[in-house]
């Protein structure tokens, strides 16, 4: 992969930022629904929080790891 150019280093720095945010907002609504357990209706959509997070997380240290290539790269 060759050095990016202004252009994708400026969408990669956006897509960091949104899926941080993304994953930060995840952590937030995993703790809710843990702490949240009787009522029925969180109970209800807690294996769905639980997926969206592990995602986000996959993504997060996906996108974190092609950051450090890039910078490692670069040196």
Known sequence: MDKLNNKEEFNLQELYKQIEEAYNVSVVAE???NDFQEIEEI???TPLVKLLHKKLNNAFTQLINA???EFKKSM
Do not use: A, S
Request: with cysteine.
């Open 67 to 69: 950051r450090v290539y």
């Open 31 to 33: 703790h809710f629904c």
């Open 43 to 45: 109970g209800n959509i």
